[in-house]
């Protein structure tokens, strides 16, 4: 079946440690986002990318990096610089650049990371 | 600037009640709008979406939203509140801003079911 895949559920993080969190779609979509989400709240974007080789900043990218080597990957490494990177993070993706032509997007299961 | 507002944080109902979840949005342009649920510690799955069609949409398990700008309001309802449906539920808005779309998402509300 078609999907969104993301690796680990749960990751546990040391101080000063750089984690990657995986994400792999077998729905051909050009476009892919990270959604960081704290416990009672809303989502909010770290980065999107809208096609191979390209990837903006969203409105916390600021202590995560990400690639976009191929179309069906969108790894986000979680850096030592970002101080309170306890969450539960939601890759989506979606065909086009985003929902507004009726595109929807389709999220992955979510991986939690918490720092010890 | 676009934004969505859900009035309710959390919102109780009995089993077999009607379910009532409330957004309002702001958009300068002819938005598309969406719910989503999200059960616990799972991803996010579409509900249903309004892309300038039928102002009355249907979604999944019974669920339905009407569209209504002149109140700039997308409510989500049902008529018959299942134990199951206990979950968050996110409305969303995009419009197309500038160059690119502009995904914003509400803050949630949480829905009980009561036995």
């Known amino acids: 079946d078609g999907g969104i895949t993301q690796s680990p559920k749960y990751l546990f993080r040391k101080e000063g440690q750089n984690v990657t969190l995986s994400c792999e779609q077998n729905l051909n979509h050009d476009a892919m986002y990270w959604y960081r989400q704290d416990p009672g709240q809303g989502l909010r974007l770290i980065y999107y990318?809208?096609?191979?080789?390209?990837?903006q900043k969203g409105d916390i990218a600021e202590g995560y990096s990400v690639s976009r080597e191929k179309k069906e990957s969108f790894p986000l490494t979680v850096t030592s610089a970002q101080k309170n990177p306890t969450a539960f993070y939601l890759c989506?993706?979606?065909?086009?650049?985003?929902?507004?032509?009726?595109?929807?997007?389709?999220f992955g299961e979510g991986s939690w990371l918490t720092v010890v | 600037a676009q934004s969505v507002t859900q009035l309710d944080s959390h919102v109780s109902v009995s089993e077999g009640t009607p379910v009532l979840l409330r957004c309002n949005y702001s958009s300068s342009y002819s938005p598309s709008l969406f719910w989503y649920v999200q059960h616990p510690n799972k991803g996010l799955q579409l509900l249903l979406k309004?892309?300038?069609?039928?102002?009355l949409v249907k979604g999944i398990n019974g669920f339905e939203a009407e569209f209504k700008k002149s109140e700039t309001s997308f409510h989500l309802t049902k008529p018959s509140a299942h134990m199951s449906d206990a979950a968050e539920y996110f409305c969303v808005v995009s419009d197309r801003e500038t160059s690119y779309d502009k995904v914003i998402f509400g803050p949630g509300t949480s829905l009980s079911v009561i036995p």
């Open positions: 309004y892309t300038s069609a039928a102002t």
């Open positions: 989506a993706s979606s065909i086009g650049i985003g929902p507004s032509s009726g595109n929807t997007i389709y």
């Open positions: 990318s809208q096609i191979v080789n390209d990837f």
